[in-house]
Every structure is written in C-alpha cells, then in structure tokens.
C-alpha cells in the first residue's frame, strides 16, 4: 500500500514564525500536492509538484511557498505565519504524468492541524 | 473550472444501500469522475472513478449519467465504518497542468 507520512499531527507556532510543513511518499510518485481544508470551504488546493524541482501555483498560493528537493518529499514553507493560516493541511501523491494522471488516484496522508497564535 | 454539487449531508440506515449524488453539469470530455471518502480524523481516501460506463468495485459503484453531466455514488450495504465525508471530485488536464477541483462534500450519517 502506498503511504503518505506527514511529519507532525499537531503544530503551534506563532505569528511571523517561518514553518515547515514536511511530506514524504514511499511510492515513486512523480505527483504531490499540498491542500488545506477549512469547515465549510472543503479541500483547497495549494501548491502541486509533477517533478523534482517543479511547482504549479494551485487555487490559494498566497503566504506559501514549496520546496520539491527529492521525488519523495515535497514541503509546504510559510514564510510568515498568520493566524489566518491556522488550517489542517493534507498531503497527497498520485502517480502517472500526462494524460493518464486523470485517472490516476490521489493518496492522502492524514494531515498536519497547524494552529498559528 | 469544472466545478461539482454535492448535499451537504445525507442520512441512512445500516444495511441499506446509499446513493450519493453528484452534478457536474461543466464537465469536460476528457475528465474522470473520482471519488474520495474522509473519516473522522484522517485524510481522504480513494473509493472509485471512472469516465462514462458504470463501474463496480470492492467498495461500491458509480453510476454515470449518459450525458455526464451528473454520477452517483452506490454503497449496496450501508455499514457504520461507511460514516463519512464523500468527496466527487473532476480530474482532467487544462493546458499540460493538473485540474482537480473538489466539490464541498457529503456528511453521510448512517444510523444503526
């Protein structure tokens, strides 16, 4: 089974802080994507990433930024944290390129609860 | 963007089927209707996609309308573990990038 480990559970951190959001996949995936889900709005789309070193601008880029280093980890970097940043965020991997990523699933790990104060 | 419209909540009981809708009247041709679920405290997981014909699996079906324009999700047998959020969700290609658009989801409560 493929597994998408989010490096922590729960994180506090204060305004203006930078934070590290880390994801690792254990299945080769040339796909990953960072989301934050709000009550009420759904899963949002960040940032995703089709390749080391590539990035594409998902629907809520503002106050993120992304680091794709090695295929199997992709950070999610807030620069300065703000208290409107205080989300679950949820990393995913999928495999395929192209034409066949549309159906190709999505696998999620089970999120990151950030709380900014 | 193609965008989904789910209810945000539906409620049935245990042992009964479940069908669970979706409109996507702005498909495009070449997108897969997906499907996730989300149980308390973890992230989505994959239940079952498909593109014009009906498909079956262990976990369910997806009926898809001739048009497209709408799916439903089919659980034959409802069980308490199938409690959930249920997300459809359109993935296709705009332009070499990557479309996914979820829709807000369904909270189905299933009563024992």
């Known amino acids: 089974d493929v597994k998408v480990t989010q490096s922590s559970r729960y994180l506090v951190k204060r305004t203006g802080e930078k934070v590290f959001l880390e994801c690792v996949q254990d299945?080769?995936?040339?796909?990953m994507f960072w989301y934050r889900q709000d009550p009420g709005l759904g899963l949002r789309l960040i940032y995703f990433s089709y390749d080391v070193k590539m990035k594409e601008k998902g629907d809520i880029p503002e106050g993120y930024s992304v680091s794709r280093e090695k295929k199997e980890r992709f950070s999610l970097i807030l620069e300065s944290a703000s208290t409107n940043q205080t989300s679950m965020y949820l990393c995913?991997?999928?495999?395929?390129?192209?034409?066949?990523?549309?159906?190709?699933?999505?696998?999620f790990g089970n999120g990151t609860r950030l709380t900014v104060t | 963007d193609a965008k989904t419209t789910q209810p945000n909540s539906m409620e049935s009981n245990e042992e009964e089927p479940v069908h669970l809708p979706c409109n996507h009247s702005?498909?495009?041709?070449?997108?897969?209707i997906h499907w996730y679920r989300q149980l308390p405290s973890q992230g989505p997981e994959y239940v079952i996609h498909g593109l014009t014909s009906n498909v079956n699996n262990r976990m369910a079906s997806l009926a898809i309308a001739e048009d497209r324009k709408s799916s439903t999700l089919i659980l034959h047998r409802a069980t308490l573990r199938d409690a959930a959020v249920y997300y459809c969700i359109l993935r296709g290609i705009i332009q070499g990038a990557q479309k996914l658009v979820f829709g807000q989801g369904t909270r189905l409560t299933i009563n024992p």
């Open positions: 995913a991997s999928s495999l395929a390129h192209g034409t066949k990523v549309r159906h190709s699933p999505l696998h």
């Open positions: 299945m080769d995936h040339e796909n």
């Open positions: 702005t498909i495009s041709g070449t997108d897969y």
